[in-house]
């Protein structure tokens, strides 16, 4: 996800003496609340794209890389894959976490999708 992205947290505005650090603090900590038992460290999202017809299309995914800053996130795909086809169309994409600490919010990240060639790593 591109570095023209946007994040809420909790479907709420930070209040205004957040500082951009405490506000990608409390972002880490939702990401971090969502357990997954294959591989910990990593944490299961919603990723959500945009077919032909303007819809959108969700599924669960578990991104591989979440740069400290929020800055770029790291997902794996194929080039034969729905997902990949319709970020080719619209690069435009969503994350959705869940916070699983019992506090019923959420932490949606918004920017625009890129490929990196052969694998590459961000």
Do not use: C
């Amino acid at each position: 996800m591109g570095r023209s992205g946007k994040s809420s947290s909790s479907g709420k505005a930070a209040p205004s003496g957040n500082t951009v650090a405490s506000v990608i603090a409390a972002a880490h900590g939702v990401i971090k609340s969502i357990p997954y038992e294959p591989a910990p460290g990593m944490h299961p999202a919603t990723f959500i794209s945009f077919d032909a017809d303007g819809f959108a299309s969700a599924r669960v995914l578990v991104p591989r890389v979440v740069a400290p800053d929020l800055s770029a996130i790291t997902i794996n795909t194929q080039t034969d894959t729905r997902k990949y086809e319709e970020l080719l169309m619209d690069p435009r994409a969503s994350l959705s976490y869940w916070d699983q600490r019992g506090r019923q919010g959420w932490l949606t990240l918004k920017g625009t999708a890129a490929a990196l060639p052969g694998g590459a790593k961000a």
